[in-house]
């Protein structure tokens, strides 16, 4: 049950597009299409973005979209705003009945 | 609405034992696959268990053997019990619920602090 791997950082512009890696194993990201993502800014609880890789739930925003190649899934917010600003984590389905979450990437709008 | 009310964190001298509680309104716990995650502090999230609406529970190998995961169905409520509490336990709780599926939760608490210290 090792971490997902996710860069600690990730700036960008209003207005602009940025994207947000995760990178599992054959065991996990690689396996299953079971990866999602979640919003948390702090003190707040975290938020679902994404699920089953490109899924999103209602009410989130268009802006977010989801995708997957090989062993690495991806995040990308697209048009960026201020209140995009949050820390960011993948999580997904590791077999047996268990879930692993990403290190989280804290996202700043410069 | 769904709401999800963690209760029960505290401080907590290392070797002891804690039980925490989510309480649910607008949600059936025992109808839904529920978890629990935790958050060190200024760390990141960590899942910590889960149960399936059939009642069985899976654990993180991290707290295996020591935390038990349960729920009252009359009192629409999520336990966590921990025991043999450790400094690395200390963290934020959150639980958290989902209608559809054991690998995403739409639904989450606000949590409850958990301190592991002497």
């Known amino acids: 049950q090792s971490a997902l791997t996710q860069p600690a950082s990730v700036s960008g512009s209003p207005g602009q597009s940025i994207t947000i890696s995760c990178t599992g194993t054959s065991s996990d990201v690689g396996y299953y299409n079971l990866v999602s993502w979640y919003q948390q800014h702090p003190g707040k609880a975290p938020k679902p973005m994404i699920y089953?890789?490109?899924k999103r739930p209602s009410g989130v925003s268009n802006r977010f979209s989801g995708s997957k190649s090989g062993n690495t899934a991806s995040l990308t917010i697209s048009g960026l705003q201020a209140e995009d600003e949050a820390d960011y984590y993948c999580?997904?389905?590791?077999?047996?009945?268990?879930?692993?979450f990403g290190g989280g990437t804290k996202l700043t709008v410069l | 609405e769904v709401q999800l009310v963690e209760s029960g964190g505290g401080l907590i001298q290392p070797g002891g034992s804690l039980r925490l509680s989510c309480t649910a309104s607008?949600?059936?716990?025992?109808?839904?696959?529920m978890t629990w995650v935790r958050q060190a502090p200024g760390k990141g999230l960590e899942w910590v268990s889960l149960i399936y609406t059939g009642g069985s529970t899976h654990y993180a190998d991290s707290v295996k053997g020591r935390f038990t995961m349960s729920r009252d169905r009359s009192k629409n409520t999520l336990y966590l019990q921990m025991d043999s509490l450790r400094a690395e336990d200390t963290a934020m709780y959150y639980c958290a619920g989902s209608l559809s599926s054991v690998n995403w939760f739409n639904y989450w608490g606000q949590g409850t602090l958990v301190t592991v210290s002497s």
């Open positions: 089953e890789v490109s």
């Open positions: 607008g949600f059936t716990v025992s109808s839904n696959y």
């Open positions: 999580c997904s389905y590791a077999g047996s009945s268990t879930l692993v």
